[in-house]
């Protein structure tokens, strides 16, 4: 099992910025992957970025040039650097692993609001 604990979350002005963080324990040995989705209200989970064992980075279109994910295998956590948010930003953010490329695991979301 794989523990992943999000933090970081809140409400913030458009244009401005928040990090999340998400720490990870447990049987964190073979995660292949980790990356955030959000989830918008009446909307389906979508991926905004994902980070490979190898450092292979992908970002949804919506989040290019502003957010940043990254991975700090020494305190086994993982950050998203949000700037220049929008509204539509608004959502509870996941934060996820994949390990053996098989078991996909799900921390509890925390919840961005970005007000206009």
């Known amino acids: 099992q794989v523990q992943l604990v999000e933090s970081g979350g809140g409400l913030v002005q458009a244009g401005g910025s928040l990090r999340l963080s998400c720490a990870t324990s447990?049987?964190?040995?073979?995660?292949?992957?980790m990356g955030w989705y959000r989830q918008a209200p009446g909307k389906q989970r979508e991926l905004v970025a994902e980070?490979?064992?190898?450092?292979?980075?992908i970002y949804a279109d919506f989040v290019k040039g502003r957010f940043t994910i990254s991975r700090d295998s020494a305190k086994n956590t993982l950050y998203l650097q949000m700037n220049s948010l929008k509204p539509e930003d608004t959502g509870v953010y996941y934060c996820?692993?994949?390990?053996?490329?098989?078991?996909?695991?799900w921390g509890q979301g925390t919840q961005v609001t970005v007000s206009s």
């Open positions: 447990g049987s964190i040995f073979g995660i292949d992957v």
């Open positions: 980070v490979t064992s190898g450092r292979s980075i």
């Open positions: 996820t692993a994949l390990r053996e490329r098989i078991f996909r695991y």
